[in-house]
């Protein structure tokens, strides 16, 4: 190697390692973007919720305990850079969670979250896996970048599919709960709308707006109220609001009330997005009681990061007691297994969900 | 067991380096669901030595890549682990990377994990070695120019400062690291070229850390890091094959010292590392490699050394090294081959290669039964007690000092090779590609009696 060899190749090394050969981090959806037109664009058939009954998190020889553990982001356009440096970071979760000892066996679900009004693809959900290729679910996420603009994204579509399209045996066999994570700036839509199109006008435009008939599948009576489905949620899993600040709504009082209105303290503010897998391992760590707070945020601390003190509120009344002990809805006896799929009768009261499972009901008329 | 009936298996050789490991990783790696073995192997696993490795695997359409830091089981899509016992040099991948993308191999770094304790070699640590090399002048020791052993040496003396892959992914302690690090090199330098001869290198710039910071943050960015449960995972997804680089006879504690390389070359790196990872060392097949002649690549003893052979021995992938030197050949030699086996505790089952070449040469191969020094008549050497350096100087005396007795092979080299050492043959290989290899699959598997491990005779 001649002297001023070192030169060119770092900086050949640099382009190779950041060249959009192959992967580029969303690779989907830079190769959707080349090659359709928006109205074209679609979930990559992996990761389209549609028609799909269950994603399941299911124990195995391998894996005896495993813990569900799904995060969700936010792809719109409001969060600019955000999905694709999440996207950077997020990998690295599933060893935090294992090289710190925090979780013997997590099984990672990754999804986007659009927007049914406006987006083409408003969710995307991928399934729970237990190695180390998470990039590649994470890789085929269509970034849309679009959004409403009007400060609500359908979160609660998402909300509506993991607590009715999930089965997960860490809840089903053990009684235990998996985690949910939802990283956003936006509100949610007030209900799950059971289809879009011709129903009343509600204050805003509903012209485009696409319910879970034509996103999902399911056939609703009604809509579903957010706090309903949410409540609904929370009892299979312990869900956290992650808001990272810097993007549009960040910050923003009416953001953080709305979420701690259904989520109680489980809302962190996030600073420092490089710190977003550290947080969600922390977080875990703490919940499983494997770390204790003070080490954890020192742990936080020392990556450089200011999380610590909203991971300290959201974690403080989990952090105190053992888990069991700090929520009254644990005290219930655990449900006994339910075959997946099966009516999940004992639930908030809310419409049932669908008994026929059409084909395709895309574009069907409903009346 | 045979690498048939293993469902791990790690991949030594028997000799000074350049035994085909490569081919006989890529043949590993290529057995596929048609075979008895259903699971598709897991991943290549180095464990040992860094981007001075040189496996070359030619493909069936003759086009070939010598491998160096990726696993040669690229070829046949296995993904490869460097493990924490590999130096990683994040330049020299990106560019073997290019090479394997431009042989038509998709997207090559989606193929790469590499262990977060795994140590970075920078030109930082290649500057140290141009100086320390031109310094010695005559006695240069022959090194390959990459900066493997000054990373070694530069980790030994700074254990805490030392720059290891997970180091990337911190911009903060990254440039900590890279900047102590340029002030040991810039010191060390100014240092050789005082006390060293007329031009040695204190001239030249040394590299410009933030350059080197770029870099190494978009191989953080592209390149899987992992941590200590990768291993276990893989191990629990499907069959390993572990790659090891170099040869035991040039294993850092009991090769011929000085003549040796910065690395254990032996099994126990990846015994190691599969106990750690869980997996039963009864599901481990350790496949030692030879040829049915010996090679040596670059200085030190070499008894049955033979260079008229040389012409009858074609040599297409191994010229004349600028750092290593000439490319040596000669005959069989048992007496390191037995050697070789003690200090590493035995192997399972041989692969025997370049059995094309050998039939080429015909009999004019001989087989080195003994050596004579002083006149005693030695069939084995005695391994000293481990890491004792002044007992393996006075076994590169005592190589330097011997003479071979030859004699005709008088039958087939596998059935020569199997009976001498007593360890059954698993694969033969009678040219460079996959499909050279006999058996072509790994379902089949050679009868034996006896199951358990086989004492070195």
Redesign the interface.
């Known amino acids: 190697m001649g002297s001023g060899r070192w030169s060119h190749d770092a900086y050949d090394a640099a382009a190779a390692y950041r060249a959009r050969t192959g992967r580029d981090a969303f690779d989907y959806d830079a190769g959707i973007r080349a090659s359709r037109r928006r109205q074209d664009w679609t979930a990559h058939p992996d990761l389209d919720p549609y028609g799909v009954d269950v994603r399941e998190s299911r124990d195995s020889a391998e894996h005896p305990e495993s813990l569900a553990v799904a995060v969700l982001f936010d792809v719109t356009g409001s969060m600019g850079y955000v999905p694709r440096r999440l996207q950077e970071k997020l990998p690295q979760l599933f060893d935090l969670l294992l090289d710190r000892g925090y979780v013997a066996h997590p099984q990672l679900l990754f999804g986007a979250i659009g927007d049914a009004t406006c987006d083409r693809v408003p969710l995307q959900i991928g399934q729970f896996e237990s190695d180390n290729r998470m990039d590649e679910q994470l890789g085929r996420i269509l970034l849309e970048g679009g959004g409403g603009g009007q400060k609500t994204e359908s979160y609660e579509l998402a909300a509506y599919f993991m607590a009715r399209h999930t089965s997960i045996d860490c809840w089903e066999k053990r009684g235990k709960r998996g985690y949910l994570f939802i990283i956003g700036d936006e509100l949610n839509y007030p209900r799950v709308y059971a289809r879009g199109g011709n129903a009343p006008v509600t204050g805003y435009d509903r012209s485009g707006r696409r319910g879970v008939a034509e996103v999902i599948g399911d056939r609703l009576q009604d809509d579903i109220d957010t706090r309903d489905i949410y409540a609904e949620l929370r009892e299979m899993y312990d869900v956290y609001y992650i808001l990272p600040s810097g993007t549009s709504y960040a910050g923003d009082r009416q953001v953080l009330d709305h979420w701690r209105d259904l989520l109680g303290q489980n809302v962190i503010e996030l600073d420092d997005l490089d710190a977003v897998s550290e947080t969600i391992a922390l977080t875990i760590g703490i919940g499983e009681g494997t770390i204790g707070l003070d080490d954890g945020l020192a742990d936080l601390r020392q990556q450089g990061s200011t999380a610590g003190r909203s991971v300290e509120r959201a974690l403080a009344p989990v952090a105190r007691g053992p888990r069991d002990a700090r929520d009254p809805r644990d005290a219930r006896d655990p449900r006994v297994p339910r075959a997946s799929g099966a009516d999940r009768g004992g639930r908030v009261p809310v419409a049932r969900r669908s008994v026929v499972r059409r084909g395709n009901t895309r574009g069907a008329r409903w009346v | 067991m045979s690498p048939a009936e293993a469902r791990h298996v790690i991949v030594a050789d028997l000799g000074f380096g350049d035994a085909g490991k490569g081919t006989i990783v890529d043949w590993l790696a290529g057995r596929a669901a048609a075979t008895a073995r259903p699971a598709r192997t897991a991943a290549v696993l180095r464990f040992n030595g860094g981007a001075q490795a040189a496996h070359t695997v030619v493909r069936a359409d003759g086009t070939s890549h010598t491998f160096a830091q990726f696993g040669a089981g690229t070829f046949a899509g296995v993904p490869t682990l460097l493990t924490r016992h590999t130096l990683v040099e ?6 073997e ?2 090479a394997l ?1 431009a042989l038509g191999v ?5 193929l790469i ?1 590499v262990d977060r304790a795994a140590l970075l070699t920078t ?1 930082l640590h ?2 140290v070695n ?1 100086a320390r090399e031109a310094a010695r002048g005559g006695a240069a020791h022959g090194s390959c ?2 900066g493997i052993g000054e990373t070694m040496s530069y980790a030994l003396d700074h254990p805490d400062l030392a720059l290891r892959a997970g180091d990337t ?1 911190s911009p ?1 302690r990254l440039r900590r690291r890279l900047l102590a690090l340029r002030e040991w090199a810039a010191t060390t330098i100014q240092t050789l070229a005082g006390a060293g001869l007329p031009g040695a ?1 204190g001239a ?2 040394l ?2 850390v933030n ?2 910071i ?2 190494y ?3 953080a ?10 291993l276990a ?1 893989l191990a ?2 499907g069959p390993l094959v572990c790659e090891g680089a170099q040869g035991v006879l040039l294993d850092e504690w009991r090769g011929f010292h000085p003549h040796t390389t910065w690395s254990t070359t032996t099994f126990a790196n990846a015994l190691e590392l599969l106990t750690e990872a869980g997996v039963d060392t009864g599901d481990v097949c350790r496949l030692g490699v030879t040829r049915t002649y010996a090679t040596r690549h670059g200085a030190g003893p070499f008894p049955s050394e033979d260079p008229s052979l040389a012409p009858l021995l074609p040599e297409p992938h191994n010229g004349t090294g600028r750092w290593q030197g000439a490319f040596r050949v000669g005959h069989l030699d048992l007496v390191l081959l037995r050697y070789a086996l003690e200090v590493c505790g035995g192997v399972d089952a041989l692969a025997v290669t370049h059995l094309d070449t050998a039939a080429a040469a015909g009999d004019r191969l001989k087989v080195a039964t003994a050596w004579r020094a002083g006149g005693t008549r030695i069939t084995r050497l005695r391994p000293g007690p481990f890491a004792d350096l002044a007992h393996q100087r006075r076994l590169t005396d005592l190589a330097l000092a011997a003479t071979p007795d030859l004699t005709a092979p008088g039958r087939s080299w596998p059935g020569l090779l199997s009976g001498e050492l007593g360890v059954p043959v698993a694969v033969t290989s009678w040219g460079p590609r996959s499909g050279d290899k006999h058996p072509p699959t790994m379902d089949f598997s050679p009868t034996r009696e006896d199951r358990g491990r086989v004492p070195v005779p």
Request: aromatic share 2%; proline share 12%.
């Open positions: 994040p330049l020299a991948l990106a560019r990377a290019a993308a998709p997207a090559p770094l989606d994990s030109p290649a500057a141009r120019g990459i992914e903060s290198g030249v710039p590299p410009d350059e080197l770029r870099a943050r978009a191989f960015r592209r390149v899987r890091l992992t941590g200590a449960g990768e995972r629990a997804a």
